[in-house]
């Protein structure tokens, strides 16, 4: 192929690439303009569990490395197996609620429970979010974590 050949391709794949970065641009512009706060709601949910999820997993991880370590001591190995059990039985509960949120007729509903502190934060997909409904999430926490309802929040999204 000629040279003057490969800078008119090269051109043209330049030009195609500067009018797809247009079409981007100014899609992704009406998009936003078209779309909902149901929709932004609804990937706010996903992304949170997504994120969560990912970051158990490499906490996970990191905790497997520490315990399978031949340098660290036993003290520290011990701390690390602790600290999986706890992490483990927080993934658990936060589903279990989640699930039990949801199966209350709530749409979405995300969980997330302290590691480290006592803390209790859930947030729930409902556009007509009332006391009552607090009361069934309070109620529910505190069957199953023995939640105290003062170290509770509970966030209603539309």
């Known amino acids: ?35 909902d706060d149901t929709v ?10 997504t994120e969560r999820s990912q970051s158990r997993s ?12 031949e340098t660290d001591s036993e003290e520290t ?3 690390a197996l ?4 706890k992490l483990t039985e ?8 989640e699930t039990l949120i949801e199966s209350r007729g709530y ?3 995300v969980v997330s429970i302290g590691l480290t502190s006592d803390r209790i934060n859930v947030m ?9 409904d607090a009361v069934v999430i309070y109620t529910i926490l505190a069957e199953e974590l023995d939640a105290d309802t003062t170290k509770v929040t509970i966030a209603p999204m539309a």
Not at 58 to 69: D, G, H
Not at 124 to 131: E, I, L, M
């Open 1 to 35: 192929m000629s040279k003057k050949k490969k800078i008119i391709v090269l051109s043209c794949m330049v030009l195609l690439l500067a009018v797809t970065a247009v079409f981007n641009f100014v899609l992704a512009g009406t998009a936003k303009k078209d779309t």
């Open 40 to 49: 932004t709601t609804a990937a706010f949910f996903a992304q949170y569990k």
């Open 58 to 69: 490499e906490q996970l991880v990191q905790l497997n490395e520490i315990i399978a370590s």
């Open 77 to 79: 190995k011990k701390e």
């Open 82 to 85: 602790n600290l999986k059990l």
């Open 90 to 97: 927080i993934i658990e509960s936060e589903l279990l609620v």
């Open 107 to 109: 749409e979405d509903a």
């Open 124 to 132: 729930v997909k409902d556009s007509d979010f009332t006391q009552d």
